[in-house]
């Protein structure tokens, strides 16, 4: 299976943009890359996905290296809200959506 | 609101109880999920169902049985659990479990202590 690295966690400043590094050096061409993350006492929520070009959507925006060895999930103005584990997931076909630990990132006033 | 209802949404159970979680979804998607989370670990995907037919069981114990009657419910039934089953429950669906191109939805989850 593709595994992907994440660091454990990261802080930020209320409006400010944060960026979420994701390496994932041994991905296959036709692995879809995918960000979901959790708030406390939820489920996983979808962030957004991609596969080669760069992807922009009300939540985020996903910049994928021109390898693909890496991403960066980008969330421009960070709120108290956006406080949550963040998991990067490469996807393909019949394989399920397998989560790892994510990167929990705090958000301060 | 995702569109993913699971109820109850917690639950305190006795090693002796048998009992269900539901899960219902009107997305029209074929294809349902059972993940388990404990604390402090990443989630585990339990079993797959796609046109409600079960195509994954990820090595999981017999006391967890589950029943997807049709394409918009999945059942996970429970019985004789121990307390190291206590865990969040989460359900989720997607249009198509073969298609990477797709996001799933899913369920608030239902936390479940078994005493």
């Known amino acids: 299976d593709a595994k992907t690295t994440q660091p454990n966690s990261m802080e930020s400043n209320e409006e400010e943009p944060v960026h979420l590094p994701c390496n994932h050096s041994?991905?296959?061409?036709?692995?879809?890359i995918h960000w979901y993350r959790q708030l406390p006492s939820q489920g996983p929520e979808y962030v957004i996905h991609g596969l080669t070009s760069n992807v922009n959507n009300r939540m985020a925006s996903l910049a994928i290296a021109e390898d693909r060895k890496s991403s960066t999930l980008i969330l421009h103005r960070a709120t108290l809200r956006d406080a949550a584990v963040y998991y990067c997931?490469?996807?393909?076909?019949?394989?399920?959506?397998?989560f790892g630990t994510g990167t929990r990132l705090l958000v301060s006033p | 609101e995702t569109g993913v209802t699971q109820t109850p949404r917690h639950l305190v159970m006795g090693m002796t109880n048998k009992k269900s979680l539901k899960c219902e979804q009107h997305?029209?998607?074929?294809?349902m999920y059972w993940y388990k989370q404990s604390a402090k670990k990443p989630l585990e995907l339990m079993f797959v169902?796609?046109?409600?037919?079960?195509?994954e069981n990820n090595s999981v114990p017999s006391r967890f049985s589950p029943e997807c009657p049709n394409s918009s419910h999945l059942f996970l039934h429970l019985h004789t659990l121990q307390p190291e089953d206590s865990a969040l429950y989460l359900c989720a669906s997607s249009q198509d479990h073969g298609d990477p191109n797709t996001e799933a939805f899913f369920g608030q989850g239902t936390r479940l202590t078994v005493v």
């Open positions: 997305l029209g998607h074929n294809a």
């Open positions: 997931i490469l996807h393909t076909g019949f394989q399920k959506l397998v």
């Open positions: 041994t991905i296959s061409g036709t692995d879809y």
């Open positions: 169902y796609s046109l409600e037919e079960r195509v």
